[in-house]
């Protein structure tokens, strides 16, 4: 597990959770924030940008696998990556293999299943992008 600097994971240990598989990578860029109840679970690879905003009760999973009985690398298990600048609402689920670009915003309650491109709103179940915008606010 790598931690940059100025991190803050909100709440205490029962309320988030960052999980990590024998072998696995879980990183967090600079900056970025893990608000109350979220959980990471990385069984290959987890990788979170800097200035990253993760809000209540998101889940993050790389794999299908949901057993307690071993916490060592599964099969099934593809990288999630997100991007810097990533704004992941309020009980967002991102799915394995998901890519969030940079400066995305994941809608609240979406399941993300496909990777989202930079500059783009996604939300639905599965999530779709809605709308893109420029870097700096402007929608298209």
């Given at each position: 597990?790598?931690?940059?600097r100025n ?58 696998f949901h ?74």
């Open positions: 597990m790598r931690i940059g991190v803050v994971i909100w709440g205490h240990v029962a309320r988030s959770q960052l999980t990590t598989s024998k072998g696995a990578v879980l990183e967090i860029g600079d900056d970025s924030f893990i608000n109350c109840g979220a959980t990471v679970a990385a069984r290959k690879s987890v990788r979170i940008g800097k200035r990253v905003q993760i809000a209540n009760l998101v889940t993050i999973m790389d794999s299908d057993g307690v009985e071993s916490r060592d690398a599964t099969p099934d298990a593809e990288e999630i990556v997100i991007d810097d600048d990533a704004w992941i609402a309020v009980k967002a689920t991102i799915l394995k293999g998901v890519t969030i670009g940079k400066g995305a915003v994941v809608a609240a309650g979406a399941v993300v299943t496909k990777s989202v491109p930079p500059y783009s709103l996604a939300g639905g179940i599965p999530a779709r992008v809605i709308r893109t915008f420029a870097p700096g606010g402007g929608t298209s």
